[in-house]
T-cell receptor, first 119, second 108 residues
Framework: EPEVTQTPSHQVTQMGQEVILRCVPI?????FYWYRQILGQKVEFLVS????????KSEIFDDQFSVERPDGSNFTLKIRSTKLEDSAMYFC?????????????????FGPGTRLTVL | GIQVEQSPPDLILQEGANSTLRCNFS?????LQWFHQNPWGQLINLFY?????KQNGRLSATTVATERYSLLYISSSQTTDSGVYFC??????????WGAGTKLIIKP
């Protein structure tokens, strides 16, 4: 069964360093997402991506964050200068399509997550 | 923005018991998903349920979109059902808005 994969599973970094989190979405999916979950809290949306551009982003997704689809299979989240409060589990997700119609929507499938620890 | 409330926040049951988890949301949504977060932190898709009722083994879910709620039923609970259950309505066609979750503990 196709699945979303993420690497690394755990990343430890020093405050101020840049990190890149990697994801391989399900191969025929067109929409890609990043979410994060600070320990003990609920999951929060960061950004969605379609057709090589950002579709939607939250207030959390400020200038220190960027996303990229560098090739036909990978989808990355870069944090330019990490802060202590960036420590969280980061989840990548993908869906088949997100039609513009209000009444249509496709299921999002999630990867296992990357636990980022900023020291 | 849309508000999502899940109840109860915590639930402790004996193995074999049944339970009902509720999700209320404050606005019209495009769709809704239920997830189980296991003790290792992985998010497992349970149901994609914009409306109506679905069943998968011991689990079933019902969404009444016009009344803005969804229910997740777990029957004959097993210890492996322990974890946090999240409801996440779909918003603006792309974003999922997450509830705070129901933490379920099943005791042997």
């Amino acid at each position: 069964e196709p699945e979303v994969t993420q690497t690394p599973s755990h990343q430890v970094t020093q405050m101020g360093q840049e990190v890149i989190l990697r994801c391989v979405p399900i191969s025929n999916h067109l929409y890609f997402y990043w979410y994060r979950q600070i320990l003990g809290q609920k999951v929060e949306f960061l950004v969605s991506f379609y057709n090589n551009e950002i579709s939607e982003k939250s207030e959390i997704f400020d200038d220190q964050f960027s996303v990229e689809r560098p090739d036909g299979s990978n989808f990355t989240l870069k944090i330019r200068s990490t802060k202590l409060e960036d420590s969280a589990m980061y989840f990548c997700a993908s869906s088949d399509s997100g039609s513009g119609s209000f009444n249509s929507y496709n299921e999002q499938f999630f990867g296992p997550g990357t636990r980022l620890t900023v020291l | 923005g849309i508000q999502v409330e899940q109840s109860p926040p915590d639930l402790i049951l004996q193995e074999g018991a049944n339970s009902t988890l509720r999700c209320n949301f404050s606005d019209s949504v495009n769709n809704l998903q239920w997830f189980h977060q296991n003790p290792w932190g992985q998010l497992i898709n349970l149901f994609y349920i914009p409306s109506g009722t679905k069943q998968n083994g011991r689990l079933s879910a019902t969404t009444v979109a016009t009344e803005r709620y969804s229910l997740l039923y777990i029957s004959s609970s097993q210890t492996t059902d322990s974890g946090v259950y999240f409801c996440a309505p779909g918003y603006s066609n792309y974003q999922l808005i997450w509830g705070a979750g129901t933490k379920l503990i099943i005791k042997p």
